[in-house]
């Protein structure tokens, strides 16, 4: 990656309908990336916008009465608005129907068209409107239907303009292979590369007037429009100026991420690669293709009724709340589930229970014992210097996490070292130390707390930029002045609170009662189960409720700890992981169906839980001796591990 420049861009979203939660995804995860670059001193640029030609949009507006820029012009305003209630720092807003951006793709076009790189020939294909893409008969599903989004499709033959992609094939494969941060994760370019071991056909370019009239016209010939792939595709480029601001071009491009869903991972990783070969440009340095956002097992859609709705999630809980739990749940490159019983799960524990009970703490403290001053401190204890390690650690694990694309690993980092406030604020009990007198300890200590308090505020910034300017505001710091969350200052040992009057607020995370909420995911189906567990009768007094083992039962089962030595995936499974353990002295493989959850890198190392006294059984054909403990709901699971250092083989329970 760059060490000079930070150029984000998001996929451009279509104006056919409202914004969901997969458009604010996406645009977050850009927002915050930008936000922790600025917050590096790197120089920045974040470009989104809308995709505004195509088919859908002139339907969308047909079936208004309204024409396509209107259409686009009462949809794209919700975008915006989103944007702003999100708190996104786009340096950019592009659309696709602005002036410059259409001179752009007709310099490209005609460019290419000279180079007898876009030719004329007549096109028999099936067609799919939702998705704007030609496919070939081998390409569909079994119900003859479109193979990315199952709807019906036209059978088309016609003459259009096509760009002679096929000719890159061999230069694209070859770029892949030896370019591996080009395409990630890097199980998305094994994706691409199998794609490609099709003979790639080259790309039709345009649409007849006659059957699609808006869009950009070919400068070449007056009765076609353009394709709108190849339209919104140039935005990367004519965003930051192509062929109008040659400085400013140079300046941001290549882009260091196009952030997509894993959806149009073939547009991003053929189509556009190949396109920019063709005008003569640099490729990015990172294709970054995210997974979906589901209900349960199901991809969210309007279809299916369980669309989550940005705006109404930040009414109900607020936009820091919702920025977080997106940001935290969802392993880059893998599908996370989102329900609104996981959503207030993780909100009370995190951000409720942890990150605002430390600072409650912390400033009433300083308020009831030093007038609200935060004390200088003195000599530091083993209490002391384990908390700040452990801060410092999160500082370390946030940039390394950025780079590494984990985001989500590296806020977890950040709120152990939140939660290692909490122990030790337990630990050094600061009420039993006011109430001794003993003002020389207490004073280290509150310094302490508000010190790990004002670097997790620098690191979360990004994050919750809103519920972290007010945290360091109860700390007597400016809110979010650039200059004050600079994540590098953070490795310097400075003495800054010391002296400051804290403020006393409102929590900054009201704790929400879970029976209270009413999901809009619950199924009716699932209603009605809970109706019916509620009408039973309780179980007799000499009777074991259903489900109930005794202690003896219990007891049968031998759970031990075990590290994971090695790990790889079981070929031809897509869940299945091949785990080398160490149970004691003993080595021993265990099968587990965690590949959805964890790559094998991510595993190797961690003590885990297993059942030791099961017996072998072969899956898939490979034996597996013992069994993983792992918590799961939804579609979320996390690996049972062990709190500290601990031996493997030891008993568990």
Known sequence: MSQDKFYVTTPIYYVNDKPHIGHAY???LADVLARYNRSLDLPTFFLTGTDEHGQKVQKAAEAKGISPLEQCNDTVV??????????????????????????????????????????????????????????????????????????????????????????????????????????????????????????????????????????????????????????????????????????????????????????ILTTHTVYWPTMMKAIGIELPETIFAHGWWLTGRDKMSKSLGNVVNPMEMIQKYGVDAFRYFLMAEMTLGQDASFTEEAFVNRYNSDLANDLGNLLSRVVKMNLRHRDGLIPQPNAYTDAEKELMAAVDNAVIEMEKAICDMRLNQGIEHVMNAVRAGNRYMEQTAPWTLAKKGDNERLDTVLYCAAEALRKVSVLLHPVMPGKMADLRKALGLSGGALNDIHIGKLKKSENILSGLEMNDIDALFLRVKLEEIESVQEA????????????????????????????????????????????????????????????????????????????????????????????????????????????????????VTVDGDISSGASVG
């Open 26 to 28: 996406t645009t977050i």
């Open 78 to 263: 919700r975008f915006q608005e989103l944007w702003r209630e999100l708190e996104i720092t786009n340096d950019k807003f592009i659309r696709t129907t602005d002036t410059a951006h259409k001179q752009v793709v007709q310099d490209i076009l005609q460019d290419l068209f000279d180079r007898d790189l876009i030719y004329k020939d007549e096109y028999s294909g099936f067609y799919c409107v939702p998705c704007e893409r030609f496919f070939t008969e081998k390409d569909l599903d079994a119900n003859k239907c479109c193979p990315e989004c199952q709807r019906e499709i036209q059978e088309i033959i016609e003459s259009n303009y096509f760009f002679r992609m096929s000719q890159y094939q061999e230069w694209l494969i070859d770029y892949i292979k030896t370019h591996p941060e080009f395409i990630q994760p890097a199980f998305r370019a094994n994706e691409t590369l199998g794609f490609l071991k099709q003979p790639l056909g080259d790309l039709c370019i345009s649409r007849p007037k006659s059957r699609l009239a808006w869009g950009i016209e070919l400068p070449f010939d007056k009765d076609y429009v353009c394709y709108v792939w190849f339209d919104a595709l140039i935005n990367y480029i004519s965003g930051i100026g192509y062929k109008q601001d040659d400085a400013h071009f140079n300046k941001w491009w290549p882009a260091s991420y196009h952030l997509i869903g894993k959806d």
């Open 524 to 639: 009716p189906e699932k209603k009605q189960k809970k109706k019916q567990k509620s009408n039973q009768q309780p179980a007799g007094k000499n009777e074991l409720p259903e489900g109930v083992i005794t202690v003896d039962d219990f007891f049968k089962t031998e759970l031990k700890t075990a590290k994971i030595l090695e790990a790889e995936k079981v070929k031809g499974a897509d869940k299945l992981l091949r785990l080398q353990i160490e149970v004691g002295k003993e080595k021993r493989q265990l099968i587990a169906g965690i590949a959805e959850f964890y790559t094998p890198e991510e595993v190797v190392g961690k003590t885990i839980v297993v059942v030791a006294n099961l017996k072998p059984a072969k899956i898939r054909g490979v034996e597996s001796q013992g069994m993983l403990l792992a918590a799961k709901t939804g579609k979320e699971l996390k690996i």
